[in-house]
């Protein structure tokens, strides 16, 4: 498996609401451990360390994809 790197989320615009949404009564501090604690379920569920791996490397690289 690679990482896709091409738009892949349906309905972009709910999906970012749906972020928003969920942080919108949090401190600086609770945002930051939702974004974790986000991370390392989608990383669980991906489950590949290459993919992973990739994945971390393209966000130091390139933080805005």
């Given at each position: 498996?690679?990482?896709?790197?091409?738009?892949?989320?349906?309905?972009?615009?709910?999906?970012?609401?749906?972020l928003?949404?969920?942080?919108?009564?949090?401190?600086?501090?609770?945002?930051?451990m939702?974004?974790?604690k986000?991370?390392?379920?989608?990383a669980?569920?991906?489950?590949?360390?290459?993919?992973?791996?990739?994945?971390?490397?393209?966000?130091?690289?390139?933080?805005?994809?």
């Amino acid at each position: 498996m690679t990482l896709i790197r091409t738009p892949n989320i349906g309905q972009t615009d709910a999906f970012y609401q749906a972020l928003i949404d969920a942080q919108r009564d949090m401190n600086e501090e609770q945002a930051n451990m939702f974004s974790t604690k986000l991370v390392l379920i989608m990383a669980n569920h991906i489950g590949d360390n290459a993919v992973l791996n990739e994945a971390i490397a393209l966000a130091k690289s390139n933080p805005v994809v």
